[in-house]
């Protein structure tokens, strides 16, 4: 057993003559479609894929060939080749033959033009994305760059937002159902804006966020969202769905890392400005209601004396009213007086008169008296008591 254990150069080298005999890997045309596609001095570093398999290509000097796009469907001519040191197979390709927008390529397009048509992508239907938020929801992989690139840049600005993290695949098979079901729990949260971030990758990497029923969920969100997928130049129709598109994480963050400091110094100049604007209303009030009071005053002096002559005339009436009606009363007084004096018995007792009672009962007749009955008789001075000794 121990005999046959290699090391790594040789199990490499050997895979590697392998590929170098074998003539059916060599000088061969493979078709696909074109996935992540970039040039670096003069080389051109690739994927080739058709709906089931992908293989990563070369294409050293590739300016001597055709130069494609991603997604284009294209024939690559060249050799399986088995790069010994690195332990990677590539294929190196000598030339490249554009066939046209590759398949997948066309039914993204065929999608994007479904959902246009529907609407999902009108501004109409796009929410405005908070200006000061205070909870926030990423829905990413906790172990990506992506966190933390945003808590970094989020944080040199606002230590007072809260970053809450959704733990999602963000790449390969089902990677759209996780996000789904994330973005359909953290919407009943109350969140305030929820951002769905990536970092760049291959056109593949990315499909996930293509995906039709990522796209209605995203739309049929009540919270405001941000799509942050890849770089720049990708554009997914999840960034076309989404409330607001960020170029990049790192530009999503920026969008909702207000200042705190900024905003309190704002804050204070609103508060100053607010100040300054109710004390010169006070001040306008105030010398509007000085000129109302002063204009009262006069009003009020002015009626004053328009009416102190009618108040005068009505006081004299009035003094000669109870003068005349005085007078009235003094006359009368007088005439009862009069006729009072003229009644009083004690006037006619005055000339001689005496008024005689019995028992407390005026004598008017003789008759009503006998011999020897008590009487008392009165006059104006006094008053006497006698006995009567004869009646005729």
Same mark, same amino acid.
């Given at each position: 057993?121990?005999?046959?254990?290699?090391?790594?150069?040789?199990?490499?080298?050997?895979?590697?003559?392998?590929?170098?005999?074998?003539?059916?890997?060599?000088?061969? #045309?493979?078709?696909?479609?074109?996935?992540?596609?970039?040039?670096?001095?003069?080389?051109?570093?690739?994927?080739?894929?058709?709906?089931?398999?992908?293989?990563?290509?070369?294409?050293?000097?590739?300016?001597?060939?055709?130069?494609?796009?991603?997604?284009? !469907?294209?024939?690559?001519?060249? #050799?399986?080749? %088995?790069?010994?040191?690195?332990? $990677?197979?590539?294929?190196?390709?000598?030339?490249?033959?554009?066939?046209?927008?590759?398949?997948?390529? %066309?039914?993204?397009?065929?999608?994007?033009?479904?959902?246009?048509?529907?609407?999902?992508?009108?501004?109409?239907?796009?929410?405005?994305?908070?200006?000061?938020?205070? *909870?926030?929801?990423?829905?990413?992989?906790?172990?990506?760059?992506?966190?933390? *690139?945003?808590?970094?840049?989020?944080?040199?600005?606002?230590?007072?937002?809260?970053?809450?993290?959704?733990?999602?695949?963000?790449?390969?098979? +089902?990677?759209?159902?996780?996000?789904?079901?994330?973005?359909?729990?953290?919407?009943?949260?109350?969140? +305030?804006?929820?951002?769905?971030?990536?970092?760049?990758?291959?056109?593949? +990497?990315?499909?996930?966020?293509?995906?039709?029923?990522?796209?209605?969920?995203?739309?049929?969100?009540?919270?405001?969202?941000?799509?942050?997928?890849?770089?720049?130049?990708?554009?997914?129709?999840?960034?076309?769905?989404?409330? %607001?598109?960020?170029?990049?994480?790192?530009?999503?963050?920026?969008?909702?890392?207000?200042?705190?400091?900024?905003?309190?110094?704002?804050?204070?100049?609103?508060?100053? $400005?607010?100040? !300054?604007?109710?004390?010169?209303?006070?001040?306008?009030?105030?010398?509007?209601?000085?000129?109302?009071?002063?204009?009262?005053? #006069?009003?009020?002096?002015?009626?004053?004396?328009?009416?102190?002559?009618?108040?005068?005339?009505?006081?004299?009436?009035?003094?000669?009213?109870? *003068?005349?009606?005085?007078?009235?009363?003094?006359?009368?007084?007088?005439?009862?007086?009069? $006729?009072?004096?003229? *009644?009083?018995?004690?006037?006619?007792?005055?000339?001689?008169?005496?008024?005689?009672?019995?028992?407390?009962?005026?004598?008017? #007749? !003789?008759?009503?008296?006998?011999?020897?009955?008590?009487?008392?008789?009165?006059?104006? +001075?006094?008053?006497?008591?006698?006995?009567?000794?004869?009646?005729?």
């Amino acid at each position: 057993m121990e005999g046959n254990i290699l090391n790594v150069t040789t199990l490499n080298n050997y895979i590697n003559s392998i590929f170098r005999a074998e003539e059916m890997l060599h000088n061969i #045309s493979v078709a696909g479609e074109i996935s992540g596609f970039k040039v670096t001095k003069g080389h051109a570093y690739f994927t080739l894929k058709d709906e089931n398999c992908q293989i990563a290509c070369n294409c050293f000097n590739c300016a001597k060939t055709y130069i494609p796009k991603d997604g284009e !469907s294209v024939v690559l001519k060249g #050799s399986v080749d %088995y790069y010994a040191k690195g332990g $990677r197979l590539n294929f190196n390709v000598d030339s490249i033959t554009s066939i046209g927008k590759g398949l997948l390529a %066309y039914k993204l397009e065929l999608l994007r033009a479904q959902l246009t048509k529907e609407g999902l992508f009108d501004l109409a239907y796009k929410k405005p994305i908070p200006p000061y938020p205070t *909870d926030v929801c990423v829905i990413t992989s906790f172990s990506g760059a992506v966190i933390k *690139d945003i808590k970094k840049t989020v944080r040199r600005k606002n230590d007072i937002i809260n970053i809450y993290i959704k733990d999602v695949k963000v790449q390969g098979i +089902d990677a759209h159902k996780e996000i789904i079901s994330a973005l359909d729990t953290v919407d009943k949260m109350n969140f +305030d804006v929820i951002i769905i971030a990536r970092g760049g990758g291959s056109a593949e +990497d990315l499909m996930p966020f293509n995906e039709e029923q990522l796209v209605r969920a995203i739309f049929r969100c009540k919270t405001p969202v941000i799509s942050a997928v890849g770089h720049e130049s990708d554009v997914t129709l999840c960034d076309e769905v989404a409330d %607001y598109r960020a170029a990049t994480p790192t530009a999503a963050a920026e969008k909702i890392a207000y200042d705190v400091q900024e905003f309190k110094d704002y804050i204070l100049y609103c508060g100053k $400005r607010m100040k !300054s604007a109710l004390d010169s209303a006070v001040a306008l009030k105030g010398k509007d209601l000085n000129g109302k009071v002063n204009l009262i005053k #006069s009003q009020v002096a002015l009626n004053f004396s328009q009416n102190a002559n009618k108040i005068n005339l009505y006081v004299q009436n009035l003094k000669n009213i109870m *003068d005349k009606k005085l007078a009235q009363s003094e006359g009368k007084y007088t005439a009862a007086l009069a $006729r009072l004096t003229a *009644d009083n018995p004690l006037g006619i007792l005055q000339k001689g008169y005496w008024y005689v009672s019995k028992n407390g009962q005026a004598i008017l #007749s !003789s008759k009503d008296l006998q011999t020897g009955d008590n009487v008392s008789l009165k006059t104006h +001075d006094g008053q006497l008591k006698a006995v009567i000794t004869e009646v005729e």
